[in-house]
């Protein structure tokens, strides 16, 4: 008798694909942020503060987006802590994005 295969949802492969590829952007694109941000004083004057803003963001980026891709890694596994996960980091992603307005 032959072991009964699992049925991945589609909903979970669209986003645990989706959250690879925009997680492998963020960690591959940030780092030039952080070039940009360090060039770019060469050529025009940022104030201290928004410098540190930016890098701060930046490095926090690199994290958020680091963790994006392993949960699109745990997704296409089927993990549950991945669905957990992902549903965390959509709530911090929007608490984020609402700060950063403000």
Request: charged share 10%; aromatic share 10%.
């Amino acid at each position: 008798m032959q072991p009964q295969a699992v049925d991945k949802p589609t909903s979970v492969t669209v986003f645990g694909v989706l959250n690879c590829v925009f997680g492998g952007l963020g960690v591959l694109c940030t780092p030039f942020s952080l070039f940009g941000v360090l060039m770019a004083e060469r050529t025009i004057e940022i104030a201290p503060a928004y410098k540190i803003v930016l890098l701060v963001s930046s490095i926090i980026g690199i994290g958020f987006a680091a963790w994006l891709l392993m949960l699109g890694i745990g997704l296409l596994k089927l993990k549950g802590w991945a669905r957990r996960g992902s549903v965390l980091y959509s709530i911090i992603a929007i608490i984020w994005t609402i700060v950063g307005i403000a």
